[in-house]
């Protein structure tokens, strides 16, 4: 007996069989229905008489409509609501051509009708209740045999709105995943107290009472439009209580329009950090960039290769990728291959410090539009390494900048970085120099010269997050160099949506400053990272200070002292006022500069840097004594 039992969940029963038990609740429904039709008492002798043609007629279409919809080849124990539609359908359309047959058995054959109307109605009813509630039934005991409650992990949603309903389906519908949905919480007050497909609305003040009341073990946040704050908050909470924390995918990455179990992932520090929703200005961007010759040098960068995302959705005439590195470059390539492919687009290998390379590259491609990301921007490497950093990130932005003036390019944006700002190492006084540089190039330039700058953006090549990531993966110690230390951070889309959207709005000469928000703590940062990973400080992985590393800061910052900004039309996205140089004199020390890299003399060229740029302070630094 166990056996066959056995073999019924572990098989699915032949097609004809389900038909015949689909048949037989028709004939038992249709008995049903004259007894509640004629309230269990005697039938009339009319009725009765017309028993046999009543169930031929009857069974006869119902059999030929499930033929036809083919209901019975569906999967019993998976019945969806798609199902449930198709059966309504067949039954409807059933009992209506039953009932056009019954009236024309009236008016035409033998005036009277060979079944009661309401028995039709009735029938239909039982018919669709019976189809239905017996295919669920099946599904839920084949699920609960399959994967007992008392095995199943129990499981709060956040949100009662439709993601949330889709959500509990999706874990409903698959018997092998083991959670159980035992409350929806939301922060609407409306919708408190209310039960959705069996379960209850919670508000979210109940969140603790619930933790306490059950032993939960996910709480998965399934509204779509949630902002930082409030998921910052809701986790917070949750690993406070070691609950773990879920989110749903934006609907537009579910498959087929459809939700898997699969694309629900552990809520990760990315979705913690990010800020509300850029507002672009796109009739402008689109009509800037729509058809225009598109050049972005470091192209497959982290900001570079969203830089061309970005543009890609505006339909540019076509963008050229450049970049040295050739692998990178390569993988973007194939990536434009695979989702752009409307775009026109073209990868070039070059390197930024050779003139002539990078003149045949203006020459031929005649670029009206250029986005300059090419960078060395790693501190301690270029603090050890000073003359590589004149070389590209000075020349390289010098010779970019001279060959766009000299082809008439319309617009040419810098990517800039904070550490440009007061700077205290190398890589961020190279970058101010190349600030000061096109600045002044562009006084005098029919090509309007824009600079952008901002912050660390999030999993970005190098920086802090995927270094952590790593370091937990590999069971610690999470280094950081400072317990005081912060940064700002910034999404790469976020970045980049700002930057295109800065080189629209800029005339020429403005160096555009992004609101980053509010600084993080570094070892804030870690212990949430630790904590979203299930782990504990100090138990399973514990964290290090190892001091400042050469020409770092514990804090950055965006502006100047000296410095004030300016508002745009863009909250995000200020003006920032600096102090203008000369052109000649400017072009004079710069190109003295990039000479003294012949000598090699690491002393020499940050001594001649900070000419340049009398904020430059070395901090924690062998440059140091260059100051006094």
Known sequence: MYRLFKLFWTYNMPRWSILFIDTFICAFALTLAFLLRFNFENIPEVDAANFFKDYVVLLSVRFISFLISKTYKGVVRYTSAKDAIRIFLVILAGSSLVFVFNLFDYHFISNTYFIPNSVIIIDALVTLFLMISSRLAVKAMYSEIKNPNKEKLNVLIFGAGEAGLITKYTLDRDASIKYKVIAFVDDDEKKKGRSIEGVFVYHSNQLSELLNEFEVEYLI????????????????????????????????????????FNQLRSINIEDLLEREPIKLNTDSIQQQLQNKVILITGAAGSIGSELARQCAAFRPKKIYLLDQAESPLHELELEFSDKYK??????????????????????????????????????????????????TNILGTKNAADLANEFKVEKFVFVSTDKAVNPSNVMGASKRIAEIYIQSLGKNSSTKFITTRFGNVLGSNGSVIPRFKKQIESGGPLTITHPDITRFFMTIPEASQLVVEAACMGNGGEIFVFDMGKSVKIVDLARKMISLSGLKEGKDIKIEFTGLRPGEKLYEELLADSENTLPTHHSQILIGKVREYDYNDVKLIINELIESFKTQNNQLIVQRMKELVPEFISNNSIFQKLDN
């Open 221 to 260: 946040i399934s509204i779509q439009k949630i902002s930082s704050k409030r998921k910052n908050e809701i986790t917070d909470f949750c690993l406070e209580k070691n609950i773990k924390v879920l989110n749903v995918p934006p609907a537009s990455k579910w498959i087929n329009g459809e939700l898997s």
């Open 342 to 391: 409307t775009v026109q687009f073209e990868v070039v290998v070059a390197d930024i410090r050779n003139i002539e390379r990078l003149r045949n590259v203006f020459n031929t491609f005649k670029p009206q539009i250029v986005f300059h990301a090419a960078a060395y921007k790693h501190v301690p490497l270029m603090e050890n390494n000073p003359s590589e950093s004149i070389l």
